[in-house]
């Protein structure tokens, strides 16, 4: 008598299954066309880079202190994603400060091209001198 009702019991499971996977079947539409993709409409962080007050030197520290670096000297150049201090760098020596848990590669280059525009290191190109042909 146990053994009729596990395979009852079996049976009917079986066809529970079957009845599940045909009715699935039938919902989901069978396409082999790729999903669209979505564009990633998270819009971009705002990076800002002034030189930092004199009421910013707390955190600047604080940023030398969590690089694990001296404290920068003289003018800073300092760089912001979203109102955070990321990044600063010394218009006196060169040297950079930067979180070490954001990615700070890009700004730390966007910084120094902003500090050789500041001190006026990069050379201006002179107008190219315009060659007329000469008539004999």
Known sequence: MWTNST??????AIEHIADLRRAAERRRPITTE?????PDLRPAPAVVMRIARAEEADLVRRLAALDDAPALVGPVLL???DDEAVAALSLHDGRVIANPFVHTTAV????????AHLSGATPRRRPRAIRRPRFA
């Open 7 to 12: 395979s009852i019991n079996t049976l009917v």
């Open 34 to 38: 790729p999903l669209p993709v979505v």
């Open 79 to 81: 760089a912001l994603i």
């Open 108 to 115: 730390l280059a966007l910084l120094r091209v902003r500090a």
